[in-house]
């Protein structure tokens, strides 16, 4: 194939561009020293005025800056920018209540036990089959096991906040339960999801701009469920290294996961407290070498509703688990924000793909979702029957 040079005009000269060379990655996108020089430079508080601290280029805020709410778009674009071009990684101190956690624990235990008992315990990232406890489709099993504490976990706000900053209003939850003993595995240092999980060998195929995009359909985050000194093995970050373009690539080559080795850094967590990442973000579990610490984090993986998710997931299911204590949670007045937070953890958000002969959209654009089915029960106080019918009549619509 030939390169067809095309004229861009760059401050009033006009230079040629290359239309191959721009529209895949090349070679000198995979350049070290091009990364070093992305990496290696400082988080400057004074760029982020909703920020309480920055500890080793990452960027904290509290509890309590984020539920000021005085200005919450104004924050949101902070963590915007912040996940985009600043360190790529943010902490929340104390971001979720310590009674929720333990409640959520709980039963994440007691889900692990049943797991047990049934010879379904499997392996994990950190090591063999059984050396450690992981819970996959961790959201749905809670909103069976416990609605209650589904319901209180994900009726916070600190992660909504981030969560509609980086994926809009209809973002999907989706989370896997990890418990690393001591002696547990580090990971090798990746980028995640989508692209992350291409096959090496196929990631080149993919144009540089689907590249830049992939990380725009997903966050990463972890909620602390206990203490977690450096020791135990929070997870290793790579502040700034989501903005390398050829990242996804270049994560396989030895040079680069010799500098993440010497380079990246760990920031200890209190139970309670959450970090959220951009997927491209180098970054890995650390490694457990406590004696006595039972790592336990609840790994949120957080889809655009525009995307697809990792894990498939019955949310109907979920949906009429959690519709009772969503009607009690509105009757005991708890605030409409934290009752829609739940909703959309819980339900369908997006009405696409559907069967638009039997589910077509009148007087909209689009047929309405199953996050707008359960918004519109609770608004017209409907029964958890009554919303069994609709929900039956929906999902009977989008069937082709």
Known sequence: MIAVPITARLSGVAAPINTESAAWLADSDFDLDEFRAQVECDTDPADYPFADDVRSNVLVYSATTLARGSDRRGLQAELIRALDRGPGVVVFTGAFDADVVDRASEAFFAIIEAQRKAGEAGGDHFGAPGANDRIWNAAQKLALHDPRVFADYYANDALAIICQAWLGPRYQVTSQVNV?????????????????????????????????????????????????????????????????????????????????????????????????????????????????????????????????????????????????????????????????????????????????????????????????????????????????????????????
């Open 180 to 400: 690393v003993n001591p002696g547990g595995k580090a990971q090798v240092p990746h980028r995640d999801y989508h692209l992350g999980f291409v096959p090496e060998e196929h990631l080149a195929e993919y144009p540089a701009h689907i590249h830049r995009t992939s990380p725009t359909l997903t966050l990463q985050g972890a909620v602390a469920h206990c203490d977690m000194p450096v020791d135990s093995g929070p997870t290793m970050l790579l502040p700034h290294s989501q903005r390398f373009t050829g990242g996804y690539v270049a994560f396989h080559r030895p040079g680069f996961l010799d500098y993440f080795a010497s380079h990246h850094v760990q920031l200890p967590l209190r139970k309670g407290d959450a970090v959220f990442f951009n997927p491209a973000l180098y970054h890995a579990a650390g490694a457990n070498v406590s004696t006595d610490i039972r790592r336990m984090a609840n790994l949120m993986q957080i889809s655009s509703p525009f995307g697809r998710a990792m894990e498939a997931m019955d949310r109907t299911a979920m949906v009429r688990a959690v519709y009772p204590v969503l009607r009690a949670m509105q009757a005991a007045g708890r605030p409409p924000r934290e009752v829609e937070n739940v909703v959309v953890a819980t339900a369908e958000g997006y009405a696409f793909p559907t069967n638009l002969d039997s589910d077509q959209p009148v007087g909209s654009l689009a047929p309405p979702s199953q996050v707008d089915t359960v918004l519109d029960a609770l608004a017209r106080h409907l029964t958890e029957e009554e919303l069994d019918i609709a929900l039956r009549a929906q999902n009977e619509r989008r069937i082709p």
